[in-house]
């Protein structure tokens, strides 16, 4: 399929390591796509489910240890430790000895079992914004998740031509022994390794291995941004073109369900729109015009199944109902088809749970593993964007960041400029979630909500984000703001609907960003005057939107300190002195 050198050679090597008892390379072709199809619907690793309700979707359940990424398994491997580190959560290790450790626990991985090659493209192939990976890997799920996910097949070899360069995976299942599964970044030679998992996050190489964490490091390099973000469009009437604007949140913190918002009644009648162009991840450059543009790199949908119904993210499940994988979620033995908590108001009478076992409304189990996945093809969104295959991307008017604080944050506020709205997002926080191994509901820092993905040092990447701030054209860069969809009150109730109620937000925002609408200064930045946030017909009272609005200086000189802490117990004197002189601000404004 290629005569690209470097492409053969890699194959071949994994070959001689691996020792598979034969190779099959994808073509991204319809036929071998349903052959393989069945041949893992014949061996049981998926299960086809009702062709007539869901065409083309099957199910598949991972091992029970294997459920979410493993964020203290996972290791960037470069020569120098400071590269790497400061990061409390992925870790460091010597190449040398990260690939002996893979020598030692994968070498021959493959006896008995096929090794799939797959060529697939990050990003439109052909755009600038693009990359071409290759994944080696002995699972079929794998592959079938990757031709959802990425663009897969022979133009990606083609893009590559006889010398282009790619991003080098290599993923064996092994026995999914949890004691000996390892997600490895090799930053210095493009090359990610993936032993004993068979979980998306940890094996689907093109998702957070690639798109973020070997992605940030050639962004570093090459002068542009791969981040953790949601990109959306916005038509309003009263603008002459579409807003584009990125978001990071954590994993599941509702990435997906703000990219696919649908407004409020009052918004849609008065020919308000939202377009999803991404729900995860944004790769983002200076145009040709100055401006920061934005591309999703991804070609579907990796979204968290519970919750998802057709009152939270319509969108979302209108996207399912074809040519998608379901894991880790419930099957609905009456009629082949699947469930999650909230799918729907009243659960089945009978189900059988995310590990095969029965289950009943009363068993007091959850039926779908609170990160039970879909994995589903972009295109089958309502609302993509039209924009979503350009090469070009889309300009970017505003960048939002986001966490879940039951409180001090408020709903949202907007950043003084560049660095100050950098600042604003090394200190996000958040709630820990199902996405990741270990406890939940936990209050952890989690800048950029890129703690678990920054391919390399957290102080150098607090420096790019100043440095691509310069890059832009003065007046041209995105405005900054930060949003809390989560804050709670006095009884542990969430205060703001979110959901659809979070275009009034989004409207705000934009309004900033044409200049159309004046802002109180408060101490931590642009809050919006209340009559600014439009509550007509919304679940919310002026008291409330009072409270959620308000900002209390004596939290966030609390708060400031604690910042303090976190800075000089991770990043000591390596953090840019235009983070240290915003806390500095900060500190003075609450005093
Ligand atoms: C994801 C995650 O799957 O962030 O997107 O965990
Ligand atoms: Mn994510």
């Known amino acids: ?7 053969l050679q890699f194959v071949k090597d994994c070959e001689a390591f691996a020792q598979p008892d034969k190779v099959v390379w994808i073509d991204g072709s319809d036929a071998q796509r349903d052959a393989l199809r069945e041949e893992a619907c014949a061996t049981g690793e998926i299960i086809k489910l009702n062709q007539e309700k869901l065409p083309g979707c099957y199910y598949h359940r991972t091992a029970e240890n294997d459920v979410a990424r493993v964020e203290d398994r996972t290791f960037i491997c470069c020569e120098n430790e400071a590269d790497a580190l ?23 991985a493959y006896k008995g079992r096929t090794m799939y090659v797959i060529p697939y493209s990050m990003g439109v192939v052909g755009s600038p914004f693009s990359k071409i990976g290759i994944e080696i890997t002995d699972s079929i799920y794998v592959v079938l998740n990757m031709m959802i996910m990425t663009r897969v097949g ?10 282009g360069d790619f991003v080098k995976g290599f993923h064996a299942k092994c026995n999914v022994d949890p004691e000996k599964r390892y997600i490895m970044h090799f930053p210095e030679d493009n090359t990610i390794i993936s032993v004993n998992s068979a979980y998306g996050g940890n094996v689907l190489l093109g998702k957070k291995c690639f798109a973020l964490r070997i992605a940030t490091n050639l962004g570093k390099k090459e002068g542009w941004m791969a981040e953790h973000m949601l990109i959306l469009g916005v038509k309003r009437p009263q603008d002459k073109e579409i807003k584009y604007v ?71 499940l209108a996207a399912t109902m074809k040519g998608t994988i379901f894991t880790n979620v419930a099957l609905n033995p009456e009629d082949n088809t699947v469930w999650w908590e909230k799918l729907t108001k009243e659960a089945p009478a009978h189900l059988i749970d995310w590990t095969g076992k029965e289950w009943t409304p009363d068993c007091g189990r959850n039926a779908a593993h609170p990160n039970s996945r879909f994995t589903a093809p972009a295109e089958n969104c309502p609302c993509i964007s039209p924009e979503f295959n350009s090469k070009a991307g889309v300009p970017l008017s505003a960048i939002i960041f986001g966490g879940r604080r039951a409180t001090t944050t408020p709903l949202v506020y907007q950043s003084r400029d560049w660095n100050h709205g950098t600042f604003v997002g090394t200190i996000m926080s958040s709630e820990t979630t199902a996405a990741a191994t270990g406890a939940v509901g936990v209050l952890r820092h989690d800048p950029m909500a890129m703690k678990p993905f920054m391919g390399y040092s957290v102080d150098q990447y607090f420096q790019h984000w100043i440095d691509m701030g310069a890059k832009v054209e003065e007046g041209k860069q995105p405005k900054i703001f930060n949003v809390n969809w989560f804050r709670q009150d006095e009884n542990g109730n969430f205060m703001w609907p979110g959901f659809g109620d979070n275009m009034r937000v989004l409207d705000w925002i934009l309004d900033r960003c044409e200049g159309k609408v004046e802002a109180q200064e408060t101490a931590i930045g642009y809050l919006p005057y209340a009559k600014d946030i439009n509550i007509e017909n919304c679940d919310i009272d002026a008291a409330t939107l009072d409270k959620l609005l308000y900002v209390d200086k004596e939290r966030w000189a609390n708060e400031a300190k604690e910042i303090e802490n976190y800075y000089a117990e991770n990043f000591g004197d390596k953090m840019p002195k235009e983070i240290i002189a915003n806390l500095e601000i900060l500190k003075n404004n609450c005093k």
């Open 246 to 316: 990125a978001a990071a949140f954590p994993s599941a913190c509702g990435k997906t369900n703000l990219a696919m918002l649908i407004p409020p009644k009052q918004y849609l009648d008065a020919g308000y729109e939202v377009q999803c162009v991404g729900d995860d991840i944004a790769w983002i450059r200076v145009g040709e015009d100055g401006r920061l543009w934005a591309a999703n790199p991804e070609n579907g949908f990796f979204g968290v199944a519970p919750g998802t119904n057709t009152k939270s993210n319509p969108n979302a």
């Open 86 to 108: 400061p990061h409390s959560i992925v870790k460091w290790k010597a190449p040398k000895e990260a690939y002996a450790m893979v020598n030692e626990i994968a070498k021959g």
């Open 1 to 7: 399929m290629t005569n690209n050198k470097k492409v």
């Open 154 to 163: 022979t133009m990606c070899l083609d893009q590559l031509g006889e010398n």
